[in-house]
């Protein structure tokens, strides 16, 4: 008898959704995932953090600084693989500061002859709070600027301005602020 072969080859899978690098990553102190996974009925994807292995899990990372994630698909029994994939780079930048209470006024003041304490304390998470007493505040990280809080005696109106300097791996706040207090 005669017989014939058939070959059914493999087609190129497709790729709903390829990885793509979470946006907006700032330092947390935690491991955070680099990329959102990819999506395809056809196959798996595999990740590689910069020159390592690759594997199915997400690569993550804690520090600041820019990351590059490799990613490839694997193509199922019927599907082909696409070794070359590609290169994300991703960035964790410096994390934020948290003021659940900002530094307020100290009200009413009167005149007791002694030196009083302008402002109470705010609270703040992952920062330090700086005062300036002034009518115009000099640049941040000047030595003007100090950690204690402001005190006067007489009896005026004073400015007092006050930033969040960031604790390691995170930002400085940028806003200025000012209280007036007589």
Do not use: M
């Not at 946006?23 to 947390?28: E, Q, R, S, V």
């Not at 009413?108 to 007493?133: A, C, M, R």
């Not at 600027?145 to 930033?163: F, G, Q």
Request: with cysteine; charged share 20%.
């Amino acid at each position: 008898g005669n017989t014939a072969q058939f070959l059914i080859n493999k087609v190129a899978g497709t790729i709903t959704t390829p990885p793509a690098a979470v946006a907006y990553l700032g330092y947390t102190g935690d491991d955070q995932e680099l990329v959102t996974a990819g999506e395809s009925d056809d196959g798996t994807f595999q990740y590689a953090l910069g020159e390592g292995e690759f594997g199915a899990d997400i690569p993550k990372a804690r520090d600041v600084g820019t990351y590059t994630v490799k990613w490839k698909f694997k193509g199922d029994a019927n599907h082909l693989d696409n070794a070359a994939g590609a290169s994300i780079h991703v960035v964790i930048q410096e994390g934020n500061i948290t003021i659940n209470k900002a530094p307020s006024a100290v009200v009413p003041l009167f005149y007791t002859g002694e030196e009083q304490t302008l402002v109470n304390d705010g609270d703040v998470v992952k920062g330090t709070v700086y005062y300036y007493l002034g009518n115009e505040y000099p640049p941040i990280g000047s030595s003007e600027w100090t950690t204690e809080k402001p005190k006067a005696k007489n009896v005026d109106l004073y400015k007092v301005w006050w930033y969040v300097k960031g604790d390691e791996l995170y930002k400085n706040c940028e806003v200025y602020r000012e209280i007036c207090t007589s």
